[in-house]
């Protein structure tokens, strides 16, 4: 039997405080496509140093669903409730997860992401480099020139470090 995949959406899912990685299993577990942005991020104690992964976006895992799993994601322990934008649970793009996906793919490349409102600037196109063809909008965030890309029914902004060589002025 064949899955019509039209009817399906990416939705991002709150969920409870450092439980995101619980979550995701159970959402496997229970056969419901899930991503999980993770990081490899090095973190230092009093007596070692370890490389652990972290979610890149804490507090959210993202689910591809039909409407009649919607309900079922709800019932898995820990999940909060859907993300929503102006009244009715966020669609996530294909795109933006794809993106999200392509970046964490790159080694060379610094992610950060902040829940600050960043002031509107000049949209850029990158031009060379692991994320050649992105477009974004041009900040200065502490004294480093970096390409945030909004991710707006989250209220997210993705901050990639970019050279100042690698960025064109976009227009569509």
Do not use: H
């Not at 419901?32 to 070692?48: F, M, N, T, V």
């Not at 009244?87 to 793009?93: E, P, S, V």
């Not at 990158?126 to 029914?153: H, T, Y």
Request: net charge positive; proline share 5%.
């Amino acid at each position: 039997m064949e899955i019509n995949k039209l009817s399906y959406n990416w939705y991002a899912v709150r969920v409870k405080s450092r439980s995101e990685k619980k979550v995701f299993s159970d959402l496997i577990e229970q056969e419901i496509e899930a991503y999980l942005p993770l990081q490899r991020k090095l973190r230092q104690w009093s007596d070692r140093k370890k490389w652990v992964e972290m979610p890149l976006i804490s507090g959210y895992v993202f689910v591809y669903i039909s409407r009649k799993e919607y309900e079922a994601v709800l019932k898995i322990f820990n999940i909060v409730c859907y993300v929503y934008f102006e009244g009715k649970a966020a669609i996530i793009r294909d795109a933006d997860i794809n993106l999200l996906k392509r970046m964490l793919g790159q080694v060379e490349v610094e992610l950060e992401i902040t829940v600050d409102q960043l002031k509107p600037g000049q949209m850029v196109e990158i031009i060379s480099g692991p994320l050649c063809g992105v477009v974004g909008e041009l900040i200065d965030f502490k004294g480093k020139n970096k390409v945030a890309l909004r991710i707006p029914p989250l209220g997210y902004t993705v901050l990639v470090e970019a050279p100042g060589k690698n960025l064109i002025p976009y227009s569509p």
